[in-house]
């Protein structure tokens, strides 16, 4: 996975998959929506209707709590305790 980095995020960045990852392990995966000089605005739970993403609420995230995953993507996110 490769880190994020706000001031380097450009309109071909919208929709693309990422993964946060808190200090207490949790994991889970979603799709970037937009983002301001602090905050990487996330869509995480749209009951599977990710083509739609655009359409839910996102939640705002730290860009540091969240890095682009690379390779295939599941359209299932992904929810649980980091591994390791």
Known sequence: MVPL???Q???????????????TG????????????????VVFRCDGRWDEYKNFTASATLP???????GPISDAPLKGKKQG
């Open 26 to 41: 949790q994991r889970e995966r979603g799709r970037i929506k937009s983002w301001d000089r602090s905050f990487v605005f």
């Open 5 to 7: 980095q706000i001031d």
């Open 9 to 23: 995020l450009s309109d071909k960045d919208r929709g693309r998959w990422v993964e946060y990852c808190s200090t």
């Open 64 to 70: 540091e709590e969240i890095l682009f995953v690379t």
